[in-house]
């Protein structure tokens, strides 16, 4: 039996997608990590639903935006993880003239893990557009803020490591509707049906594969993780659904011009002509490495209850 002090890891988002699934997972082992929780009220629904489904979790109240209340938040923890949001009003709003807003987020999380001498500090980022299509696409903010996020943790005197979320499943929800005839759900794409792209659960995905990175630090530190089970088209996903609950699919392409947010024009451009994950060509064979069974469309209809959208 181990007597190893459990790990205190402070979670940023923990009311969100990514940070929640970190927390479930981590929470799961209360002999391994003490989860700090952080958020900017412990008195919203999500918070207090959380509380009282995993009592042993601490909460603490800090924005991301107000530096002066991280580094209490981070103080004596072992491990951070952190997360931004760029699709959130006070970002949005600041674009315009500051595009550094959604950085700036990610660079007060981690000075304040620098200055509190945070052992190790695992952040979600994504690769940048820019470089992926030599200079071609440009106005992709929440990938270039974040991939400043990451240049700038990799350059810290501090260990660290990132992982980058596929595309999620949960989108195909969300844009799922029924055609006129009302006898199929249509599962759309702004771009090629066929196109394979790497997908991932970030409600079921994220909290293992960071469990992994915390778990293996020495040999994690310093690398850069995508996380994804493999790659599959919209066709795919739309097929798997038929198969999982027997509803009839269509799997229909749209044009990138249905998003009036320049921002979601450009990231569909991207991935209609570049792999996101091409500077980590041999990911898949790195996720065999994690003790878990990662998200295929088949586990994600079956897991997601989904039956259709409402009529």
């Known amino acids: 039996m181990s007597t190893a002090k459990p790990l205190t890891v402070v979670v940023f988002g923990a009311t969100g997608n990514q940070g929640g699934s970190v927390l479930r997972t981590l929470a799961e082992h209360p002999e391994s990590y003490t989860v700090r929780a ?45 997360v ?3 699709f959130q009003p006070s970002v949005l709003s600041a674009v315009g003239t500051n595009e550094d807003a959604e950085f700036q987020q990610g660079k007060n999380i981690i000075d304040a893990c620098v200055a509190e001498n945070v052992n190790f500090t695992v952040f979600s980022t994504l690769p940048s557009a820019k470089k992926l299509s030599n200079g071609k696409i440009t106005e992709v903010l929440h990938f270039e ?43 759309s794409f702004p771009g090629d049906v066929n196109r394979k792209l790497p997908y991932a659960d970030v409600n079921r995905d994220t909290g293992p594969y960071v469990k992994y990175v915390i778990d293996n630090r020495d040999q994690t530190k310093g690398k850069v993780f995508p996380v994804s089970s493999g790659y599959y088209s919209t066709t795919d996903i739309a097929n798997a659904l038929t198969k999982v609950t027997g509803l009839k ?33 041999n990911h898949l064979e790195t996720n065999k490495k994690v003790p878990f069974e990662f998200t295929t469309p088949e586990t994600f209809w079956k897991t997601s209850g989904f039956q259709g959208p409402p009529k």
């Open 145 to 187: 803020g974040k991939y400043k996020i990451q240049e700038y943790l990799l350059a810290q005197p501090i260990d660290s490591a990132i992982v980058q979320m596929g595309i999620y499943f949960q989108n195909n929800i969300q844009g799922a509707s029924w055609n006129e005839s009302g006898d199929a759900v249509v599962i």
């Open 249 to 281: 699919t269509v799997a229909v392409e749209l044009p990138t011009s249905v998003f009036g947010d320049k921002d979601l024009q450009g990231m569909f451009e991207l991935i209609k002509t570049h792999d996101i994950f091409a500077d980590s060509p």
């Open 38 to 82: 952080i958020t900017r009220s412990t008195k919203s629904k999500t918070a207090q639903e959380l509380i009282a489904k995993y009592p042993q979790v601490q909460w603490v109240e800090a924005d991301i935006e107000a530096p002066e209340s991280l580094r209490p938040a981070v103080s004596n923890a072992d491990v951070v993880f952190g």
């Open 84 to 86: 931004t949001q760029f």
